[in-house]
Every structure is written in structure tokens, then in C-alpha cells.
């Protein structure tokens, strides 16, 4: 089971509007609208796919990493370096 399983819907609804707007997007290229408007846009997506990322990690670090804390050190060290990589990610791009 997922940290995320419980809020999937949310997820699910956010995700869905967020390729609405890429679709916007790509509309905007294909009518040629002016590149500033465009690159308004493309930060709106990214802004709001930086808050599901958060809330995924967030959920994680509730779910998945208190879960291998209460199994094991072991199990919670390989949790938390996971979710220290995924931030590394995140921070990178």
C-alpha cells in the first residue's frame, strides 16, 4: 500500500488538471501566442507540479518511512535515504 493511497483521488484530480494546462500549453505554441504568456504558463505546471511532489513526499515520509521506523533502524535508514534521494531530485530539477 502507498502512503498516497489515501488522498489518490486528490492526486488523481490535481494530476488531470495539470495536463489540461500542458495541453493549454501546447495550444498556446501551435497559435503562436506571445513567449512570455507561454513561459507564464509552463511555471503555473511547474509550481503545480512541485506541490504534488511535496505532497507525495510528505506522504511518504507519514506513511513509508514511519512504517519502517516501527520495523526495524535498518529499515528506517533505507527509507529515509530514499526520501533524502527523491529530494536531491527534486532540488536538481
Given amino acids: 500500500m502507498s502512503g498516497y493511497s489515501g488522498d ?16 493549454g500549453i501546447a495550444r498556446m ?21 512541485q506541490a504534488v511532489s511535496l505532497g507525495l513526499l510528505e506522504d511518504h515520509v507519514g ?8 520495523e526495524s533502524d535498518e529499515a528506517a535508514a533505507d527509507k529515509v535515504r530514499e526520501a533524502s534521494d527523491a529530494i536531491a531530485r527534486l532540488v536538481r530539477s
Avoid: F, P
Avoid at 505554441?29 to 507540479?49: F, H, M, P, R
Avoid at 506513511?63 to 521506523?69: G, K, R, T, W
Fill in 8 to 23: 489518490k483521488e486528490a492526486y488523481l484530480k490535481r494530476l488531470a488538471r495539470i495536463e489540461g494546462q500542458v495541453r
Fill in 63 to 70: 506513511h513509508c518511512v514511519l512504517d519502517a521506523a516501527r
Fill in 29 to 49: 505554441v501551435e497559435e503562436d501566442t506571445y513567449c512570455i504568456d507561454v513561459l507564464t504558463q509552463v511555471s503555473a505546471v511547474t509550481k503545480a507540479l
